[in-house]
Antibody, heavy 120, light 110 residues
Framework: EVQLVESGGGLAQAGGSLRLSCAAS????????MAWVRQAPGKGLEWVAN????????YYVDSVEGRFTISRDNAKNSLYLQASSLRVEDTAVYYC?????????????WGQGTLVTISS | QSALTQPASVSGSPGQSITISCTGT?????????VSWYQQHPGKAPKLMIY???KRPSGVSNRFSGSKSGNTASLTISGLQAEDEADYYC??????????FGTGTKVTAL
């Protein structure tokens, strides 16, 4: 059974940092592109970043470019999001997702999400 | 990087068909046609319903179908059921290889 479990969320001050983690099980983690998606309270989904299988390609939404860093450790079956210079508007549930390998551009498995709250 | 445009809400009677549109620019869809659709119930993670414009993952009801014409993708739910009440989001790979979600549509079965 495929499982993605996020952790590391919590309360942080504006200007501070947090490191989110996503532990994968039930898959050969190194075979898949991965992504972070967030959802502010009562708002829609927003793609944040993604990373290729070996970590050599990374893409970010404009609003986090230069502040967030996506990375992965295939030996530990884990995905990370280092979030720095946090802003109140970064408050959201952060989901990790797996890009399925039976097609293109599809997120077929998601974690349950971890809540990040940024206070001013 | 603006979100793709979806109607805020769509409603229909049980048994009817409804269609949700997802409009962007040519850059929003690139040359990929990698449009997917997600269903999200309150407090839950999103669920993949359609990928590559019109393909259905295993286990998803054939009442869900997708299409695309020009810069507008669409999701159709046939035979609307109460369990289909949820938020729906389109998702596309852009020409710059980044991704973008739609603004989201709340579906209500009247």
């Amino acid at each position: 059974e495929v499982q993605l479990v996020e952790s590391g969320g919590g309360l942080a001050q504006a200007g501070g940092s947090l490191r989110l983690s996503c532990a994968a099980s039930g898959i050969t983690f190194s075979n898949f592109w991965m992504a972070w998606v967030r959802q502010a309270p009562g708002k829609g989904l927003e793609w944040v970043a993604n990373i290729n299988k070996d970590g050599s390609e990374k893409y970010y939404v404009d609003s986090v470019e230069g502040r967030f860093t996506i990375s992965r450790d295939n030996a530990k079956n884990s995905l990370y999001l280092q979030a720095s210079s946090l802003r109140v508007e970064d408050t959201a549930v952060y989901y990790c997702g797996r890009y399925g390998d039976y097609g293109w551009g599809l997120l077929d498995y998601w974690g349950q999400g971890t809540l990040v709250t940024i206070s001013s | 990087q603006s979100a793709l445009t979806q109607p805020a809400s769509v409603s229909g009677s049980p048994g009817q068909s409804i269609t949700i549109s997802c409009t962007g620019t040519s850059s929003d869809f690139g040359n990929y046609n990698y449009v997917s659709w997600y269903q999200q119930h309150p407090g839950k993670a999103p669920k993949l319903m359609i990928y590559e414009v019109s393909k259905r993952p295993s286990g998803v009801s054939n009442r869900f179908s997708g299409s695309k014409s020009g810069n507008t993708a669409s999701l159709t739910i046939s035979g609307l059921q109460a369990e289909d009440e949820a938020d729906y989001y389109c998702y596309s790979k852009r020409s710059d290889k980044r991704y973008v979600f739609g603004t989201g549509t709340k579906v209500t079965a009247l």
